[in-house]
């Protein structure tokens, strides 16, 4: 389907909200643009003849203890349930081998995790050691650079696990710091670890998609529902409650029409059931105030007008094929989005590619069934599966957890790496990642 011409055949017939997705503009391959940009690259080798790289085996007696420092700023950084579309980010000021102040960023808006630090150590901050998990940006957003604000502190040294992908910084904040005569100095072993506790943020600024986690749960043999369809509390409470924690760490929750045909999911962030201490939750408190997106990818817009979906607080959005029925007037929370296909259905790279460009989504999280689940992995689109096994057995007549047909060879089997397992409550949940 030619997307451009539609567009242009109808631009004054679609109200802005049954927009076909911006992300597809000019009518341009979203593949294509998805993966077409890469700058750090070209930032990497400027940054190389001025900052120091250091591994941990290459490190002197007298830093011996740095990458204590630095795994402190990064533990600080996951503190942040959702920083979305920003970066988790932590940072530890050090002087004479005692921290003197600590932050991390809380959420879009509020102060960075430098500057959190700086306030907390006062004039301690004056010739001390600043351990940032990110580099320190350098323009003025929401919040003013926290380059400046290291700078007029006058910590003597700033060391960092990795560099910061926005285009608007990608090594202006480590320029302006060497630029002012701080020492900066990558630990590099550490550059993993930083960006795997904000995943999301470099996924979108590095590859235009967020990072994506799709959820299952079953029973102790595969099963996720009965042959005649139930399946609500397969997995306990205490499950429920992680899941909860889970969307909201997520931008977006996607979910399919079957799913909202069958079981009316309300797919939202429910605060009672996340089980926070009270200290956490005032702290994530505007994190917390807004539901993530929950996006319901309907090709052939069957959502029923009195889904539960939509009737709660927070925005929806619905990607169809079709394009949507213009004499409808939908919620004001309520959006329908005309996508690319692919095949049949909805092309999910190109939802994603909305999510990221249109929505700034970092990290969504898919809660579908069995067949939209098996999509996003068969499309390879799946950074993480997180699933909940509960010690039940729902027998051979019950419906299995994915639709993945053909395999006839141990070779062509889908493989995982499992990344975390434990048990909660009764259950057990294992966090897996492709091989
Ligand atoms: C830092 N420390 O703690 C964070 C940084 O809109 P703003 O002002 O909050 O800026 C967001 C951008 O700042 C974000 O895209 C990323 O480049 C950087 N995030 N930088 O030095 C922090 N959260
Ligand atoms: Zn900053």
Redesign the pocket.
């Known amino acids: 389907m030619n997307f451009e011409r539609k567009l242009t055949a109808s631009p004054k017939t679609i109200p802005n909200k049954f927009r076909p997705i911006a992300s597809l503009g000019n009518g341009g391959s979203c593949l294509k643009a998805a993966f077409s940009r890469n700058p750090i690259s070209i930032k990497r080798s400027l940054i190389h003849e001025t900052m120091k790289k250091i591994r941990n085996d290459e490190l002197e007696p007298a830093i011996i203890d740095w990458p204590v420092y630095m795994r402190r700023a990064i533990d600080l950084a996951g503190n942040a349930i959702n920083?979305s579309p920003?970066?988790r980010?932590g940072c530890v000021l050090v002087k004479n081998q005692e921290i003197v102040g600590e932050g991390w960023?809380v959420a879009?808006?509020e102060a960075?995790?430098?500057v959190m630090a700086l306030r907390q150590a006062g004039d301690r901050a004056k010739s001390s050691i600043a351990f940032v998990s990110?580099e320190?940006?350098s323009h003025t957003?929401?919040?003013g650079p926290?380059s400046d604000a290291l700078i007029n502190s006058e910590v003597s040294q700033v060391v960092i696990a990795c560099i910061?992908p926005?285009p608007?910084?990608a090594g202006k904040?480590i320029e302006k710091l060497i630029a002012a005569g701080i020492h900066v100095t990558q630990l590099t072993d550490f550059d993993s670890l930083a960006r795997a506790v904000t995943p999301g943020y470099f996924k979108r600024r590095e590859q235009g998609i967020p990072y994506v986690r799709c959820k299952l749960a079953m029973s102790l043999d595969g099963r996720t529902a009965l042959a005649n369809g139930e399946s609500k509390w397969i997995s306990g409470r205490q499950s429920r409650s992680d899941v909860q924690r889970l969307r909201a760490a997520s931008s977006a929750v996607i979910t399919g029409i079957e799913t909202v045909l069958t079981d009316d999911p309300s797919l939202n962030v429910r605060i009672d059931d996340l089980n926070l201490a009270q200290e956490e939750l005032t702290r994530n408190e505007k994190a917390l105030s807004k539901q993530p997106l929950r996006v319901i990818l309907d090709s052939q817009l069957r959502t029923p007008d009195v889904a539960k979906i939509l009737a709660l607080p927070g925005e929806v959005k619905i990607f169809s094929i079709d394009p949507p029925d213009t004499a409808k007037n939908p919620a004001s929370n309520v959006e329908y989005l005309q996508a690319a296909t692919s095949g049949k259905r909805v092309s999910l790279h190109c939802v994603l590619k909305s999510l990221a460009t249109d929505f700034a989504c970092t990290e969504v999280l898919v809660e579908a069934g069995a067949t939209l689940s098996t999509a996003f992995i068969q499309a390879g689109l799946v950074d993480e599966l997180i699933v909940y096994i509960a010690p039940k057995l729902l027998g051979s007549d019950a419906r299995s957890l994915l639709n993945i047909a053909g395999i006839e060879s141990m070779s062509d089997s889908w493989d995982f790496e499992i990344t975390d397992l434990r048990q909660i409550d009764r259950d057990i949940r294992v966090v897996l990642k492709p091989a």
């Open positions: 920083t920003n970066p980010v960023h879009a808006g960075h995790a430098e990110l320190p940006c957003g929401r919040t926290c910061d926005n608007k910084v904040g």
